[in-house]
C-alpha cells in the first residue's frame, strides 16, 4: 500500500537493508559515533551513582534521537521529498548486519591461517569479553555467540522498531541499545546509573529476540541443520541465560547450526559460569562461516517480515482515515439533506 508521496514505508525499510548490505556502515560522520559522544558528554556531566541520575540521562539521550528524526521526517515531507527517505536513511545507519558479519569472518580467516593471537585482537571489535587467553575452540564459541545476539540487536531490532515506529522508533531503538553497550554493565561504575539503560534495552529488544530466534529455527535447513532441533534448543535452554534475550537466540543459533554454545568467560577480570546452551560438538572455524550465513538468512527474513508489517499498518492507518472521510462525508450530506427539507 503506497503513502500519500507514492512510497511505503515497506520500502523504506527494504532500501535501508540493501543500502546496508552492499555499503556497509558509513565510513565517516556515522550517526551512532556522534551519538556516543553525546552520550559520553551527558555522563560527564550528570554521573552520579544514582539511579534517578540514570533515568534523567537515559530519558534525554533517547528522546532526542527520537525527535530529531521526526523533525527529520516532516522536514522531508515539507520540502517535496518522500518522507519515507528519512526512514530508509535512518535505517541505513542504523543497521549493522554487514559490518558484524565481516568482523566476525574476518576472525574466521585469522584461525584458518592459524594466527590464533590476531584472532584474539581481532574478536574485541565483536564482544568485550576477554580474550588473551582463549583457545581457538574458545574463540569461535564467542563470535558465534556474538553473531547470535547482535543478529537480534543490530539487524533484526532496527527493522522491528522501524516499522513499528517510523524514523522515530528506529532512532530511539538504536539510541537505547548503544547506551546499554555503553553504561549497562554490571559493574561498580554503572550499576545505578546504568540500571535504567540496560532495562530499556531490554524492553526495546524483547520483541526482537524472539523474532529473531524463531527465524533462526524457521531456517536451520540452509545451514544444515533441523527446525524442530533447533526450536526444541530454543524452548529448553533459550532462558538459562542472564539476558531475557540474548539466552534465547544464542540457544536458536545453537540448535540450527547444531553445537553447544555457553560455559566460562571473562568479563574485565571476573569469571563467569554461563549455562551449556544446545546438544552439539563446540564451535570450529568452519561453523563461524555457518553461523554468518545464519544470520544473514535472517536479516533477509526479518526484512521481508517488518517490510509486511510495516505495510499492513500503512493499509490500517488509511483504511482508517478513509473510513473516517465517509463518515465525516455521510454526515455532511445528511446535514444538507435536513437543511433542503427545511
Known amino acids: ?25 558509513p565510513r565517516r560522520w556515522h550517526p551512532v559515533a556522534g551519538f556516543g559522544r553525546l552520550a559520553g558528554a551527558v555522563e560527564r556531566a550528570a554521573y552520579g551513582p544514582s539511579r534517578a541520575r540514570g533515568v534523567a540521562a537515559t530519558a534525554v539521550l533517547v528522546a532526542l534521537p527520537a525527535l530529531a ?34 568482523e566476525a569472518l574476518a576472525v574466521g580467516a585469522l584461525l584458518e591461517r592459524g594466527e590464533l593471537e590476531a584472532a584474539r585482537g581481532a574478536l574485541r571489535a565483536l564482544c568485550g569479553r576477554d580474550a588473551g587467553e582463549l583457545d581457538e575452540a574458545q574463540v569461535c ?14 539487524v533484526t531490532g532496527a527493522l522491528l522498531w522501524g516499522a513499528l515506529g517510523g524514523p522515530a522508533g528506529v532512532s530511539a531503538y538504536r539510541a537505547a541499545n548503544t547506551l546499554d553497550a555503553m553504561v549497562g554493565h554490571r559493574s561498580e561504575r554503572y550499576r545505578e546509573y546504568g540500571w535504567s539503560a ?12 524472539r523474532l529473531t530466534a524463531a527465524l533462526a529455527c524457521l531456517l536451520a535447513p540452509l545451514v544444515g541443520g533441523s527446525r524442530r532441533a533447533a526450536l526444541a534448543v530454543a524452548r529448553r535452554d533459550g532462558g538459562e ?12 543459533f545453537a540448535g540450527a547450526l547444531g553445537l553447544t554454545l555457553g560455559g566460562p568467560l571473562a568479563y574485565g577480570g571476573h569469571t563467569q559460569e554461563r549455562a551449556r ?11 563461524v562461516r555457518r553461523a554468518a550465513r545464519l544470520s544473514l538468512a535472517v536479516g533477509f527474513a526479518a526484512t521481508l517480515v517488518c517490510a ?6 500503512e493499509r490500517g492507518s488509511f483504511g482508517a482515515a478513509a473510513r473516517e472521510h465517509g463518515s465525516t462525508g455521510a454526515a455532511a450530506r445528511e446535514h444538507g439533506s435536513t437543511g433542503a427539507a427545511r
Do not use: K, Y
Not at 515531507?77 to 558479519?101: F, K, P, Q, Y
Not at 564459541?141 to 543490530?154: G, M, P, Q
Not at 531475557?244 to 537466540?249: D, I, R
Open 1 to 25: 500500500m503506497q503513502s500519500r508521496s507514492g512510497h511505503s514505508p515497506a520500502a523504506a525499510l527494504i532500501a535501508g537493508f540493501v543500502a546496508d548490505l552492499l555499503a556497509g556502515d
Open 69 to 102: 528524526a521526526q523533525g527529520l521526517s516532516r522536514t522531508c515531507a515539507r520540502s517535496g521529498i518522500a518522507r519515507e527517505l528519512a526512514l530508509a536513511a535512518l535505517t541505513w545507519v542504523a543497521l549493522g548486519g554487514r559490518s558484524l558479519r565481516r
Open 141 to 154: 564459541r564467542a563470535v558465534v555467540e556474538s553473531l547470535a545476539e547482535n543478529t537480534s540487536d543490530a
Open 198 to 209: 540496560a532495562r530499556l534495552d531490554d524492553a526495546m529488544s524483547w520483541p526482537a529476540a
Open 241 to 252: 541465560h542472564p539476558s531475557p534475550n540474548a539466552g534465547l537466540v544464542e540457544a536458536a
Open 277 to 287: 546452551l544446545g546438544d552439539g560438538g563446540a564451535p570450529g572455524v568452519a561453523d
Open 308 to 313: 509486511a508489517g510495516a505495510a499492513a499498518r
